[in-house]
């Protein structure tokens, strides 16, 4: 596994190497060894999998407050998806920017999402489907989110949004003092 850093730092680019013969394919998804160098003794005691039928629709964006915050290693298993994480650290110098990303199927790449940043992801193919690990088991009452549409946020989608939730679509707008979560 080959770690690619994005501008916003602790947000990583896992290259997986997908192994390939007359059977078909074969990839190893996480290895706490291999992955010492991303973050020591990493430990996901939930993993759940999203299933989007729509092409076009958005999921997110989704984080949880402390002492719930969790980082995710994402990996999109059916279709293709463009994902994104918005930095949400008080204090950080990349404060509510994002970053995008077209995870595949077919392709070796993964998203390692530290705490602290919002998640969300559009499906660019009908029946996409994401693998999402998580270091935080899934808290109702710590749950937040921002509007995927937000201008301050400014995420551009690829394709015109087809169908959001109801919770994102009621989803309130950032205040302009929102100072950021402290993961
Ligand atoms: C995350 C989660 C949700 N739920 C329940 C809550 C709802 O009744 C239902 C769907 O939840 P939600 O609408 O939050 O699912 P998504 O909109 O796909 O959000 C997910 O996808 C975005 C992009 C993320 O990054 C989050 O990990 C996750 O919130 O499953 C559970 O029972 N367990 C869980 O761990």
New binding site residues.
């Given amino acids: 596994m080959v770690l690619h850093p994005t501008p916003l730092a602790g947000l990583t680019l896992i290259e997986t190497s997908p192994i390939s013969d007359e059977r078909g394919r074969f990839v190893r998804v996480f290895c706490e060894s291999e992955l010492e160098a991303l973050r020591p003794g990493l430990h996901f005691p ?1 993993i ?1 999998l ?1 299933t989007t039928y729509q092409r076009g629709s958005v ?2 964006m ?1 984080f949880q407050h402390p002492p719930a915050a969790e980082a ?1 290693l994402i990996r999109c298993v059916r279709g293709r998806v463009f994902d994104v994480a918005v930095d949400l650290r008080a204090g950080s110098s990349t404060f509510l920017q994002w970053f995008g990303v077209e995870l595949a199927e077919e392709a070796p790449l993964q998203f390692f999402i530290p705490e602290g940043f919002a ?3 559009q499906a660019l193919t009908d029946d996409a489907q994401l693998l ?1 690990l ?1 270091t935080a ?2 808290s ?1 009452a710590h ?1 937040g989110g921002l509007r995927y549409d937000d201008p301050r946020l400014a995420i551009d989608w690829p394709l015109t949004v087809s169908q959001v ?1 109801e ?2 679509r009621i989803a309130a707008p950032l205040d302009q003092d929102f100072p950021g979560i402290h993961p």
């Fill in positions: 939930q759940n999203s999921r997110g989704h995710k998640h969300g992801f999402y998580h088991s899934w109702r749950e939730s919770r994102d």
